[in-house]
């Protein structure tokens, strides 16, 4: 069965630094890959996926992630967070045959401090 | 669009009540997902329905559990009888094609 690991449970950065959240998966092939963020109290809202083609992708609010299939991996990355990117994380993977069923990480919240 | 709603946000019970819990998909999405988040198992799929009809509902912890899409601008979730372990926020998503999904804002439920 599919799964994705989110190894960090928490991160702090400061403001203007630069983000890293990791994202493994575990999938004979490659999937869909997504990121999500869920501020408090909210929905969550795509970040950004991953399908096929170029491996480093673009997303919103200034995110990318980049998908390595040596490593089995889709990390999320920004260059410098502001204090509003404070929320929380999640990886989500669904094969790539037409199953509709997403596989959530277990998230990683982000802090951000002054 | 105003994105997927959700009724109520915040429902509060008493166990053994029924809960019945509302979702506004987008319009023109043809599917529609009921997820249930809490602390201990995360975010977990009940069901999915695509054009109206439920496809997989493998996912809903039991039998007191039902989920109807009756036209597809309208889905329920319903508890009957409610319990104190199914507190959770539930989350409502719709979408068409590829796109991974755009949840609503949830429903809080608290059953005492």
């Known amino acids: 069965a599919q799964s994705v690991t989110q190894p960090d449970i928490h991160i702090t950065v400061s403001e203007g630094a630069s983000l890293e959240l990791r994202c493994n998966y575990s999938y004979g092939a490659t999937p869909y890959l997504f990121w999500y963020v869920q501020s408090p109290g909210q929905g969550l809202q795509l970040l950004l996926k991953y399908f096929s083609g170029d491996t480093l992708v673009q997303g919103i609010k200034g995110f990318e992630a980049e998908f390595k299939r040596s490593q089995s991996s889709f990390n999320l990355r920004k260059p410098s967070v502001h204090w509003s990117d404070a929320a929380e994380y999640f990886c989500?993977?669904?094969?790539?045959?037409?199953?509709?069923?997403?596989?959530f990480g277990t998230g990683t919240r982000l802090t951000i401090i002054p | 669009d105003a994105g997927v709603i959700q009724s109520p946000r915040h429902e509060v019970t008493e166990m053994g009540q029924e809960v019945t819990l509302r979702c506004k998909p987008i319009?023109?999405?043809?599917?529609l997902f009921w997820y249930r988040q809490t602390m201990m198992r995360g975010l977990e799929l009940l069901i999915y329905f695509n054009n109206n009809v439920p496809i997989d509902d493998s996912g809903m912890p039991e039998d007191r559990f039902s989920a109807k899409m009756p036209n597809a601008s309208f889905s329920t979730l319903k508890i009957q009888p409610s319990e104190p372990r199914d507190s959770a926020v539930y989350f409502c998503?719709?979408?068409?094609?590829?796109?991974?999904?755009?949840f609503g804002p949830g429903t809080r439920l608290t059953v005492l």
């Open positions: 989500a993977v669904t094969p790539n045959f037409g199953n509709e069923k997403l596989t």
């Open positions: 319009s023109g999405h043809d599917y």
């Open positions: 998503a719709s979408r068409t094609g590829l796109a991974g999904g755009f």
